[in-house]
């Protein structure tokens, strides 16, 4: 168990509609990354946030968002959903900035389904 | 932009059979290039960091190593619990770690 905490494991929902990921960091971690994972493209960086601040983008779409809240917990909300989106979704968080050590300690992910 | 390249992308190899696994970047300012190993559907779980070219780090039956353009996954006599994907990241600075599409090992008993 890495201590990271992410609901829903499943959804399954329609094109065109809105889902909200979320993410429970470790405790005491203050950086919360998030990731695609997809078949044919391995894990995708998507946005990073330390202690509320976002730090890094990567290749995440306008129709994707994300934020990491005062008691640092992070939500990843994606809208206006394709068939493409559907992947495993996973949050990872460490202590400090992933570059300085690479040890990020990744939750269980959420499997979307997009019909 | 960060690049990064596992081969191979499959691996099939027979209970103590050892072997190794590449991963080749292109990064602009390495701080630093860390394994992974990822059973299906879970999470990934870190296995190493190495900083520098000619680093080496061990951990039971596996040793990853480092120079200017690759680094290596040895695996010494595996056994069929080390049947797993494992995940090449080089990284260029502090916010980002670029995965690799990983090389997806079998070990058959």
């Known amino acids: 168990d890495s201590g990271v905490t992410q609901t829903p494991k499943h959804l399954i929902t329609a094109t065109g509609q809105r889902v909200t990921l979320r993410c429970s960091p470790r405790s005491g971690d203050l950086s919360v990354y998030w990731y695609q994972q997809s078949l044919d493209q391995g894990l995708q960086f998507l946005i990073q946030y330390y202690n509320g601040e976002e730090r890094a983008k990567g290749n995440i779409l306008e129709r994707f968002s994300a934020q990491q809240f005062p008691d640092l917990h992070s939500e990843l909300n994606l809208s206006s959903l394709e068939l493409g989106d559907s992947a495993l979704y996973f949050c990872?968080?460490?202590?400090?900035?992933?570059?300085?050590?690479?040890?990020?300690?990744f939750g269980e992910g959420s499997r979307l389904t997009v019909l | 932009e960060d690049q990064v390249t596992q081969s191979p992308e499959a691996l099939r190899l027979q209970e103590g059979e050892s072997s190794s696994l590449n991963c080749s970047y292109t990064v602009s300012g390495l701080r630093g290039l860390f394994w992974y190993r990822q059973d299906p559907g879970k999470g990934p779980e870190f296995l190493f960091t190495?900083?520098?070219a000619g680093e080496e780090k061990e951990k039971e039956r596996l040793k990853a190593t480092l120079t200017k353009k690759e680094s290596f996954l040895h695996i010494t006599a595996p056994k069929p619990e080390y049947s797993a994907t494992y995940l090449c990241a080089p990284s260029g600075g502090y916010q980002k770690v670029t995965f690799g599409i990983g090389t997806k090992l079998q070990v058959i008993p």
């Open positions: 190495l900083y520098s």
């Open positions: 990872a968080s460490s202590f400090r900035l992933a570059g300085a050590t690479g040890e990020l300690f």
